[in-house]
């Protein structure tokens, strides 16, 4: 008998143990496993966009806190002692049995709102006795490990509420517009008589219904105390929503963008409920952004009033990114603006031909390489390098122009050559090192034209690397590295912003000098007179545009603020009136008179060290230079080397003639310091400024190598073909071979230059030194011989056009 009784204590007690075991697990985890409706909000939980769920049902992401009003109607309507029951309500329980024992049928199911989130959880189910016996043991369950709050938080994210809408979030934006926090009275009432009746009540139909539910509701929480009479008739008075609204679309192109990587990046397998696509959990978390959305209302208007102005043209598309510069946040990100071709294209995230937007950097890495100064003069001649000879977008040539003045004004010329200089593959490592993420070919693939726009990048990219030149003036003691990516997601700060730190692709003092020369490119017209207002920002500033007319670049950036605008054609197709300057410019320009000045950058003292240079040329001060000044280089710059262009000339006292030293000259001499220019500069810089002495003719010179005899200075320079280069003869419309023109300069405008190739002559000119020829395929020497006697020579090769 004992050992019965033992027995059955023990069986008791496992099945006990079980029971508490199978109540301890009941709840499934999660409690909705169904998909929810990709949702995004900005910096401050403003609803920037949101689109339907897998299952096509309008399903917000449950969080944050509910309504007070929506609560106290909700639990008025629904569960008047919810927040003292257990989960199940006896008093309910037993007034409905009453009710369905009267009328002989189920007519009422005594249910509480904890209920109702159970029978939501499990799909509905047909009500019977035995569905309500185990909703309401999950309802005790769910009681013990959530709070009332979550409880209602709960119900209220899943409930239906008309239509297609589950949840209060989604109802309270598909019903009135706007968050379910800001639900008056009226509205908060209305929607929660709802999930009691969705298919009867139903703001689309029913009104009459709808508004007697609303009205008796808030006259009970008013009898409650939950309002005054005047705001009970102010409630009451409150119009019915009509049908359902339209959901705010402030930034579209980050939304697909951000639901893509979302989708991307989650873990693949785990179909939800059934529905294709719908990963578990995919989108249960919203999309919180860096986005402010009312800068980004503002940025799209000013887009969407541009591309208007622009499609005059056939300019139909235009993209604008702007960041916080110092933390790289987005700000405003305009993928398009809403145009009937191509509209859809992210043109940010689009890899776009550069045009000359990548000028600055070969600049700044030149400085602190010391292969360029600040101000150093650099050539602005036709050039020619094999097959590829760049031009200045104004067609004209200077002959010499300071280095910022040639970024400033985005000459092509003298970056091309810079860029042969400082090397393509190491270039292409810079720009790899900073950022930039689209250069997937090898760099000799590119060439030359890199610099140009021979590569393509994104608009997503360079707004990086112009916050991070930036930054690199701001943050000179950062543990970080100040070029990074543009981040969309907010960021904790014990989170690196970038890779740690090692050694600087650009230092403080390059970055400093080169945010000083984009001060100074000329604004669009509509903004030349911008430095007399007071409050106008002092912006650096680029503008690029690619070859064909294709793509127009505009970035600027301040202390505060990194804005790059891109105007053209998501097809592709060319527009000549498509320039950086007088498209994309005056948008940057618009967007930053919408956003508060800054203060310009404190100049970094530390990171330059001042040079005595030539108050001529720009380079260090040599022993010929005559006038000097001081400039400011990198502080670890290299020394570049003395100034090139200053000499010490041998004349006749009538300074008229230099002369050639020799044991016994005839007449008195004396000695100039004088800037010279070599000849090709010489004769376009003059044509610009007449200030310009040339050096006096000297005696007959007779250098077969353009060499200067006697510290004369040679009058003569070839321009093309380049020494030892590859010159392709061009082809005719028809298929014959056309004919090289080859180019010289001379310092006396009234010469005569003598051509010969090969030993053959081909003809003399004067004033423009231009001669054309049809060289065969092979080795040649060009040689060009003035009537003093004067001899330069050069070599060059034609390829076989069969190679």
């Known amino acids: 008998m004992t050992r019965f009784r033992v027995k059955t204590r023990c069986l008791f007690y496992l ?33 920037l966009g949101a689109r339907v769920a897998a299952d096509g049902q309008w399903r917000f992401p449950p969080g944050g806190d509910i309504n007070p009003k929506f609560a106290a109607a909700i639990i008025e309507f629904e569960d008047r002692r919810f927040r003292y029951h257990p989960g199940i309500d006896p008093v309910a329980v037993c007034r409905a049995a009453v009710q369905n024992i009267r009328s002989g049928k189920i007519v009422s199911g005594g249910s509480t709102i904890t209920m109702q989130t159970i029978r939501l959880m499990r799909g509905n189910k047909k009500r019977t006795f035995g569905e309500k016996i185990i909703e309401a043991v999950l309802a005790v369950r769910l009681e013990i490990g959530r709070s009332k709050d979550d409880v209602l938080a709960l119900y209220a994210a899943n409930a239906p509420f008309g239509g297609n809408v589950v949840g209060l979030d989604a109802a309270a934006w598909r019903w009135y517009g706007r968050s379910a926090l800001e639900l008056s009275w009226g509205e908060a009432a ?15 139909r029913n009104r009459d219904v709808l508004r007697r539910k609303r009205d008796a509701l808030l006259y009970r929480l008013a009898e409650k105390g939950y309002m005054d009479e005047q705001t009970l008739l102010l409630a009451q008075a409150e119009p019915l929503p009509g049908s359902a609204r339209e959901l705010p679309r402030a930034a579209p192109h980050l939304f697909e963008r951000m639901a893509a990587e979302r989708r991307k990046s989650a873990p693949a397998g785990g179909q939800s409920s059934g529905f294709p696509g719908a990963r578990k959990g995919l989108f249960a978390e919203p999309l919180v952004t860096t986005i402010d959305g009312s800068l980004q ?62 000028k600055p950097f070969l600049y700044a890495a030149m400085l602190d390489s010391g292969e360029l100064m600040p101000q150093g003069l650099v050539s602005d001649i036709p050039t020619r390098i094999g097959s590829y000879r760049p031009e200045n977008n104004t067609r004209i040539f200077t002959g010499v122009v300071p280095a910022d003045q040639a970024l400033a004004r985005s000459l092509n010329i003298p970056a091309v050559r810079a860029l042969r200089e400082y090397g393509i593959e190491r270039f292409a490592a810079l720009l790899q090192s900073m950022g930039i993420t ?10 030359l034209p890199l610099i140009l726009g021979g590569a393509e990048v994104t608009l997503w990219d360079i707004s990086g690397l112009y916050a991070g030149l930036a930054r690199t003036v701001m943050e000179r003691d950062a543990d970080d590295s100040r070029f990074f990516p543009p981040t969309i997601l907010p960021r904790s700060p014990d989170v690196p912003r970038g890779k740690p730190r090692g050694k600087p692709p650009i230092s403080p003092g390059a970055a400093w000098l080169t945010l000083e020369a984009l001060t100074s490119a000329v604004r669009p017209a509509e903004e030349v007179a911008w430095r ?48 950086g300057a007088n498209t994309a410019a005056p948008v940057l320009f618009e967007v930053f008179s919408a956003l508060s000045p800054a203060s310009w950058f404190q100049k970094p003292s530390g990171e330059l060290r001042a040079v005595e240079v030539c108050a001529r040329s720009g380079y260090p001060a040599g022993a010929d230079c005559e006038s000097l000044k001081y400039a400011e280089v990198p502080r670890n710059a290299p020394y570049h080397g003395p100034c090139p262009f200053c000499k010490t000339l041998v004349l006749n006292e009538a300074l008229d003639r230099q002369v050639i030293l020799t044991g016994d000259n005839p007449e008195r001499i004396v000695t100039r310091k004088w800037f010279v220019l070599p000849p090709a500069e010489e004769w376009y810089y003059r044509r610009w400024n007449l200030e310009y002495k040339p050096p006096p003719p000297g005696e007959d010179l007779h250098a077969a190598s353009g060499g200067t005899a006697s510290g004369t200075v040679f009058p003569m320079a070839i321009f093309n073909p380049e020494e030892n280069s590859q010159v ?74 069969a190679d």
């Open 438 to 447: 689209t250069l997937f070919r090898p760099p000799a693939e590119y060439g």
């Open 532 to 579: 007399i207002f007071a409050g106008s920002h002092n912006i650096a500033w680029k503008t690029g545009t690619s070859f064909g007319f294709r793509d127009a670049w505009a970035v600027g950036t301040t202390s505060k603020w990194t804005v790059a605008v891109w105007v053209g054609n998501a097809t592709g197709e060319g527009r000549s009136e498509l320039y």
């Open 297 to 358: 209302n503002r940025v799209t208007d000013i887009l969407e009033r541009s591309a208007y102005r622009f499609s005059g043209n056939n300019i139909l598309n235009a993209a604008c990114l702007v960041l916080d510069t110092g933390t790289g946040e987005v700000l405003a990100y305009v993928g398009n603006v809403n145009s009937p071709v191509a509209g859809d294209v992210d043109v940010i995230a689009s890899p776009r031909s550069s045009g000359s937007i990548l």
């Open 15 to 47: 099945a006990g143990g079980t029971a508490l075991l199978l109540f301890a697990f009941s709840l499934p985890r999660p409690l909705f496993d169904l998909p929810y409706s990709p949702v995004m909000y900005d910096r401050s939980g403003e609803l």
């Open 190 to 204: 209305t929607l929660a008589v709802l999930p009691n009746g969705p298919g009867l009540v139903h703001p689309g």
């Open 728 to 801: 392709y003869v061009p082809v005719e419309l028809d298929g014959a071979p056309g004919k090289i023109v080859f180019m010289a300069a001379h310092r006396d405008s009234g010469a005569v230059i003598h051509w010969h190739l090969d030993g053959g002559y081909l003809g003399g000119t004067t004033l423009f030194h231009e001669m054309e020829a049809r060289p065969a395929p092979g080795n040649h020497v060009l040689t060009i011989i003035d009537s003093g006697g004067n001899v330069l020579s050069r070599r060059f090769s034609v390829p076989d056009r």
